[in-house]
């Protein structure tokens, strides 16, 4: 696909695995196990070029290049406190009249001239330090008396004066790269005098909800036999939480004529294609056929998990296709587990950050586990995983209550409450 950012060095791989020779690939009737799928799609997952976005455009992006101090902070020394500038020097006796010939505030610092022996300047929070003045006095430690200050003699060391680029200095790496740009992170580069940072490109997904029965929500969906399309929305937020810039394709009929019409223009405009629904083996089944004008490479065609075995995945022209199941639960399941971590790859991300299994207790026992791996949706309870009741794939109220997936293994035996399962953040 075409890039069109600006001019920028492209990175040079992204933090997957290396691409599987054409013979790891699976023939079109193979099932393949969930790890080896997910690696599968990785592999297709390099990130994009990199961008130059405005600073205040950029948190939540990826770094593609350092952050490095333009110049030290503070510039020049300046008043941690709100008081008065002095010399030192005249500090000599218990009390010490000094002339107050002036003030320095931030922003405006002192111009007056001259600063005589036993001179002092009225100076604020920030503010710069007169050039030969080495202390501040606070505020609340002075005596006033005309155009005087009765200033003690100092108790502490401490002089209560940032000294020029005690923060940092010009050149200096403030953020290595790559790093997600975090509040903190923003604040750091604007305070280095930064106005853009090179970031890595967003990859643009479009999903894509096939069907004959779909209507939008709202819209002619009193029909019996009509439905409100409502997957799409899930699988493109998801998408936009990982890092990917989504579009949302108008639903698209279970014609493969117009299926295959369609084809070429997502191909040009996306990194990523999702389709979702057609996913299965009905005579009106095409989310597969309508890209293999554009020369699909097929990688996996099942995957051996429930709910949603029906997911695929291959490539055309350069860009990533996913297969989803049309049933929502399934369909939820299938983006979380492969969707996210190809996302977050292709934006400059650490796959890994996608798919974080933490070990979480049962709340309550499951049943021995049949020949496919399987993942649950579960809500937590005081830390513990609490499976749904319902775990039919089209169920959508069940599918709102999920907060956790609870993965369990192939002929994985009964559990009891209290026994560890891995769980993944849904």
């Known amino acids: 696909m075409a ?4 001019s920028a060095p492209r990175h040079r791989s992204s933090p997957v695995p290396a691409k599987p020779s054409s013979g790891d690939c699976p023939s079109d009737r193979t099932m393949v196990p969930v790890d080896r799928a997910l690696r599968l799609i990785l592999a297709e997952g390099t990130t994009r070029a990199l961008e130059y976005v405005a600073l ?3 948190g939540g992006r990826i770094l593609g290049l350092p952050i490095v101090a333009q110049r030290a902070a503070p510039a020049r020394d300046a008043s941690a406190m709100d008081g008065y500038a002095v010399r030192n020097g005249d500090l000599i006796a218990d009390w010490n009249a000094l002339t107050v010939i002036g003030e320095s505030f931030a922003g405006h610092g002192y111009a007056g001239g001259p600063l005589p022996t036993g001179s002092a300047v009225r100076i604020f929070t920030g503010a710069p330090v007169p050039e030969g003045f080495d202390r501040v006095i606070l505020q609340e430690d ?49 305070a ?10 967003r990859p643009k997904v479009m999903v894509v909800a096939t069907g004959d029965e779909l209507r939008a929500p709202g819209v002619d969906t009193l029909r019996p036999d009509m439905i409100p399309e409502s997957v799409s929305l899930g699988v493109a937020e998801l998408a936009r939480s990982f890092g990917g810039d989504v579009t949302t394709h108008p639903r698209l009929p279970d014609d493969l004529g117009q299926l295959q019409g369609a084809a ?13 629904g057609g996913a299965s083996v009905g005579d009106r089944d095409f989310s597969r056929a309508m890209f293999e004008r554009a020369g699909l490479s097929l990688q996996f065609s099942k995957v051996l998990m429930r709910p ?65 791996e399987c993942f649950l949706g579960a809500r937590l309870i005081a830390g513990a995983a609490s499976a749904s009741a319902n775990r039919d ?12 997936l609870i993965r369990r293994p192939p002929h994985a035996p009964a559990a009891a409450a209290g ?6 953040e849904f």
């Open 56 to 58: 205040d455009r950029a």
């Open 393 to 404: 794939s089209s169920a959508q109220r069940a599918l709102a209550a999920i907060e956790v």
């Open 142 to 190: 002075v005596r006033h008396m005309g155009s005087q200050v009765l200033v003690p003699h100092p108790r502490a060391e401490k002089r209560h004066i940032r000294r020029a680029g005690s923060d940092f200095a010009a050149g200096d790496l403030l953020v290595d790269a790559p790093a997600a740009l975090t509040p903190a992170r923003l604040v750091a580069a604007a």
């Open 192 to 201: 280095a005098d930064i106005a853009e940072v090179a970031v890595f490109a």
């Open 264 to 276: 070429a223009g997502m191909l040009d405009k996306a990194d990523i294609v999702v389709i979702i």
């Open 308 to 372: 949603g075995k029906p997911v695929w995945f291959g490539t055309a022209r350069d860009t990533c296709i996913l297969g989803l199941p049309g049933n929502p639960t399934a369909a939820m399941i299938t983006a979380r587990l492969f969707l996210a971590p190809l996302v977050a790859a292709m934006a400059g991300r650490e796959a890994q950050t996608a798919i974080d299994w933490r070990t979480r207790p049962l709340a309550e026992g499951l049943e021995a586990n049949g020949e496919f």
């Open 419 to 424: 026994d560890p399962v891995e769980t993944l």
């Open 3 to 6: 890039s069109t950012q600006r």
